[in-house]
């Protein structure tokens, strides 16, 4: 198993946070954590509120745990809520169920880690995560082909929605007001 370098991972972090400037983002908490499950790497930004770290390592954590997107996480806590009760207790860390956790993998597919991203909503926290680990050189789960997701398990759910591009296609008049 291929290890992340704390190189690696304060990249990642660094274009995360890059990509949440692009976006006018409100102030992000990332937490990054090994194949293991342990931290690697966390930075929190000015402004940030309190109990982000533990909200970001949650969502890193449960993409880790049941080896997919955090946001697939939650669907699956939808869907079957009996399972993800008695998974939680067998858990040896706290699951959050929110978009925004990513799984940070190779060239060949093999996971090396996963952050965890809030601050903002759900899906400008998922966008960012993939800017950052892409721009560090890594994959997401989107990132591979059909065939390629077969071989490596990959559960993908539908596309995310960016919020500025679903803004962008709005009547002005109907914008909804950031709070």
């Given at each position: 198993?291929?290890?992340?370098k704390?190189?690696?991972?304060?990249k990642?972090?660094?274009?995360?946070?890059?990509?949440?400037?692009?976006?006018?983002?409100?102030?992000?908490?990332?937490?990054?954590?090994?194949?293991g499950?342990?931290?690697?790497?966390?930075?929190?930004?000015?402004?940030?509120?309190?109990?982000?770290?533990?909200?970001?390592?949650?969502?890193?954590?449960?993409?880790?745990?049941?080896?997919?997107?955090?946001?697939?996480?939650?669907q699956?806590?939808?869907?079957?809520?009996?399972?993800?009760?008695?998974?939680?207790?067998?858990?040896?860390?706290?699951?959050?169920?929110?978009?925004?956790?990513?799984?940070?993998?190779?060239?060949?597919?093999?996971?090396?880690?996963?952050?965890?991203?809030?601050?903002?909503?759900?899906?400008?926290?998922?966008?960012?995560?993939?800017?950052?680990?892409?721009?560090?050189?890594?994959?997401?789960?989107?990132?591979?082909?059909?065939?390629?997701?077969?071989?490596?398990?990959?559960?993908?759910?539908?596309?995310?929605?960016?919020?500025?591009?679903?803004?962008?296609?709005?009547?002005?008049?109907?914008?909804?007001?950031?709070?």
């Amino acid at each position: 198993m291929r290890a992340i370098k704390l190189e690696e991972a304060l990249k990642i972090i660094h274009e995360t946070f890059a990509e949440a400037a692009r976006r006018n983002a409100y102030p992000l908490t990332a937490v990054l954590l090994d194949a293991g499950g342990r931290v690697k790497a966390a930075l929190k930004q000015d402004g940030a509120s309190l109990l982000r770290f533990e909200v970001s390592y949650g969502k890193a954590y449960g993409s880790l745990a049941l080896g997919r997107q955090s946001r697939l996480v939650l669907q699956k806590a939808k869907d079957k809520p009996l399972f993800m009760e008695s998974f939680n207790e067998l858990a040896d860390g706290p699951m959050f169920l929110e978009g925004g956790g990513q799984l940070i993998r190779d060239a060949e597919g093999e996971v090396v880690g996963a952050i965890g991203i809030t601050g903002d909503t759900n899906e400008v926290d998922d966008l960012c995560a993939i800017a950052g680990i892409r721009a560090a050189g890594f994959k997401t789960d989107d990132d591979f082909g059909e065939d390629e997701m077969r071989r490596l398990n990959i559960k993908r759910g539908p596309p995310i929605e960016d919020p500025q591009k679903a803004a962008a296609s709005k009547p002005a008049d109907r914008l909804p007001r950031r709070a």
